[in-house]
């Protein structure tokens, strides 16, 4: 099938779908058409199971000729995380780097272990026979924070700005963090011998310092060549180039593409707009980011409301799922619980009473999670991993991703 006509599919069906969320569910427009979608394609599933047509296979065919893994990790993950860097203060972010840093770090590698070691004893409980391996692997792919999600999500969640920007600078470095752990355990699970402690702390190394330089580069760079016309036509077009083009960069490199991104997109929301921009400019250049930020953000979860028409339906797989989810929810406490205690009592830094509770909450799982347990090789442990991160995404974007607010308040944050 054409490409052509698959965006063109997708496209209207999103336009549809917002337009479905706007007129009647006016929930926030990413969960209300990840709700539509969702529902959309249960309706498929029933008319294909009542025998009223094939209209589930012919979707199905569509999607299986669109690569999720793709399509996110390789195009639209560094426009999203360039236009959410855009907007976050660095000066915020400065004040709390400690609690980011361990967050972003060791709250992923915690938090992955912890999922892994737990995962394992239900899922031998429920009487499936997995390799200890593969339930790290779906800690890995579960434990960073969707900045995608979780920053739709803060634009309407009304959380106090520190524990706003905590939430906020987690989700943008942790996902590359937690993306090397998962390659890390991928390489192990198929080419055992060929890794070696050494070759993951460079890994570690080029990924993460490497995405900081070049993303530091990559800001420097368009701050001068902003800096040196004055035509807002031409800057959008610059930064577009360094986000598309710096991201492709990077992963060529084996540079995070996400961190540098993240960093550029920082870089150039602080100073370039303050130094380098003319007020119009700086106007254009935001309706720009904040425009494509918020459409790609409708495609997106309309795919993942769309791909359950790929998911193979077992009772035992689904209630995997459904169990997984306390269980996620008690890792990312303690990942989050841990440094947070170490920061507060040992460093003596300054956090609420409630910061662990909201981090706990607003902790959502999304697309990046999804992508991640697509690229799991063909086999028995795939279709469990795929079933169970789906489910707990569904559950994080719309239980969590509705009640965020609600939680917030009630903690009076």
């Known amino acids: 099938m054409d490409i052509t006509y698959i965006i063109g599919i997708i496209l209207s069906l999103s336009a549809a779908f917002a337009f479905i969320n706007y007129k009647f569910l006016k929930l926030p427009n990413t969960i209300g058409v990840m709700c539509v979608a969702l529902a959309f394609s249960i309706c ?26 793709k399509a996110l990790m390789e195009g639209m993950l560094s426009v999203l995380l360039f236009a959410g860097a855009l907007h976050v203060s660095t000066a915020d972010l400065a004040r709390i780097k400690w609690a980011i840093a361990s967050l972003a770090t060791v709250g992923v590698v915690i938090s992955t272990f912890t999922i892994g070691g737990m995962a394992y004893g239900l899922l031998h409980l429920l009487g499936f026979s997995v390799d200890f391996l593969y339930c790290l692997l ?71 310092v490497g995405g900081v330089l070049f993303g530091l580069l990559l800001g420097w760079i368009g701050i001068h060549l902003i800096k040196r016309i004055d035509d807002y036509h031409v800057e959008i077009m610059i930064s577009l180039a360094l986000v598309v083009g710096g991201y492709t960069l990077a992963l060529v490199m084996h540079a995070s593409g996400p961190i540098a991104v993240v960093v550029a997109g920082l870089i150039i929301g602080n100073h370039g707009r303050v130094h380098a921009m003319s007020p119009t400019t700086r106007e254009r250049l935001e309706d720009f980011w904040e425009l494509l930020d918020e459409i790609l953000n409708i495609v997106l979860f309309v795919l993942i409301g769309l791909e359950i028409l790929i998911l193979d339906f077992q009772g035992s797989l689904i209630l995997a799922g459904i169990l997984c989810i306390p269980l996620v929810l008690a890792a990312r406490f ?17 956090y609420s009473d409630h910061t662990v509770k909201i981090l706990v909450w607003s902790g959502l799982r999304g697309g990046i999670s999804v992508a991640l347990a697509l690229t799991l090789p063909q086999g028995p442990e795939r279709d469990l991993l795929l079933m169970m991160t789906y489910v707990v995404v569904i559950f994080s974007i719309i239980v969590q991703g509705l009640t965020v607010r609600r939680v917030a308040n009630r903690l009076g944050n």
């Open 138 to 208: 779906f800690g890995a792919l579960i434990s960073p924070t969707d900045p995608i999600a979780v920053l739709s999500t803060l634009k309407t969640a009304g959380i106090r700005k520190e524990i706003e920007t905590k939430i906020a600078g987690e989700s943008l470095f942790n996902d590359g963090v937690g993306v090397v752990v998962f390659v890390v355990l991928l390489e192990l699970a198929l080419s055992p011998d060929t890794i070696s402690a050494g070759s993951i702390a460079l890994l570690f190394f080029e990924e993460a």
């Open 334 to 350: 303690i990942a989050v619980g841990g440094p947070i205690t170490v920061l507060r009592h040992v460093f003596d830094r300054d």
């Open 44 to 69: 498929l599933i029933l008319l294909e199971k009542l025998g009223l047509g094939n209209f589930h296979d012919h979707a199905a065919s569509l999607l299986g000729q669109i690569d999720f893994n």
